[in-house]
C-alpha cells in the first residue's frame, strides 16, 4: 500500500525559501515519478511539476520555472519540493503526488497528507 | 496549455438525486486523459475516475465518467450524504497537467 508522509507546516518571510518532505512507502520507489499540486486557501488546485526519478527528469509548470526545484533522494525514498522567492500568493497547502499512467502524462491516486506554507512578514 | 472550465460552479441537490457535473477543455484531451476527484474540507483530493471512464480502486459504482475530445461529464447517479463535497477535472494530455477550478456540490 503506498502511502505518502510530508513534513509538517511552516511559516517564513517573504523572499526566503521552503523545502517540503514527502517519505513514501510501498512499492518500488525508483519506478515511481511524482508531483507537486499546491491549493491556496479557499482556491482550486494547481500543478506545480513532476519528477521522473528513473529518467532523471524534472517538468515544470511555466509559471514556477525558475523558482521550483522538484529532486529526490532513493536512498529514503524521499521526493522534495523547493520553492524560492517566496511572496504571500504562495501561502497554500502543497501536496506530494504519485504519478499514475504513462510517464510525463500522470494522473494522481496517492496523494501526501498536505504541508500548509504560510509567507508572512 | 489545456484550459479546462467545469460547470456549474455550484450544484444544489438532494440525497438521492442523480447529479451532473461538467468539464470542457480549451483544445482536445487526447486518448481521453481526464481525471475526476472528489475533495472534502481539510482533507486532499480523492482520485475517483481516469481515462474520462474508469473507476479508481474502491469506488462505488454510482459514480461514472463520460466523453471524449473537450466535453466531459461526471455522473453521480443517487447522491448520498457523503457525495457533497467539491469535485476537480484533471486533464494529462500534454506535458503540463492542469485542473478546472471545481464544482461544489451542496445540498
Known amino acids: 500500500q503506498v502511502q505518502l508522509v510530508q513534513s509538517g507546516a511552516e511559516v517564513k518571510k517573504p523572499g526566503s525559501s521552503v523545502k517540503v518532505s514527502c517519505k513514501a512507502s510501498?512499492?518500488?520507489?525508483?519506478?515511481?515519478?511524482f508531483s507537486w499540486v499546491r491549493q491556496a486557501p479557499g482556491q482550486g488546485l494547481e500543478w506545480m511539476g513532476g519528477i521522473i526519478p528513473f529518467f532523471g527528469t524534472t517538468n515544470y509548470a511555466q509559471r514556477f520555472q525558475g523558482r521550483v526545484t522538484i529532486t529526490v533522494d532513493e536512498s529514503t525514498s524521499t521526493a522534495y519540493m523547493e520553492l524560492s522567492g517566496l511572496r504571500s500568493e504562495d501561502t497554500a497547502v502543497y501536496y506530494c503526488t504519485r504519478d499514475y499512467g504513462d510517464y510525463g502524462n500522470p494522473y494522481f491516486q496517492h496523494w501526501g497528507q498536505g504541508t500548509l506554507v504560510t509567507v508572512s512578514s | 496549455e489545456i484550459v479546462l472550465t467545469q460547470s456549474p460552479a455550484t450544484l444544489s441537490s438532494s440525497p438521492g438525486e442523480r447529479a451532473t457535473l461538467s468539464c470542457g477543455a480549451s483544445?482536445?484531451?487526447?486518448?481521453?486523459?481526464l481525471a475526476w476527484y472528489q475533495q472534502k474540507p481539510g482533507l486532499a483530493p480523492r482520485l475517483l475516475i481516469y481515462d474520462a471512464s474508469s473507476r479508481a480502486t474502491g469506488i462505488p459504482d454510482r459514480f461514472s465518467g463520460s466523453g471524449s475530445g473537450t466535453d466531459f461529464t461526471l455522473t453521480i447517479s443517487r447522491l448520498e450524504p457523503e457525495d457533497f463535497a467539491v469535485y476537480y477535472c484533471q486533464q494529462y494530455a500534454d506535458s503540463y497537467p492542469s485542473f478546472g477550478q471545481g464544482t461544489k456540490l451542496e445540498i
Open positions: 483544445q482536445s484531451v487526447n486518448r481521453r486523459y
Open positions: 510501498g512499492g518500488t520507489f525508483s519506478r515511481y515519478a
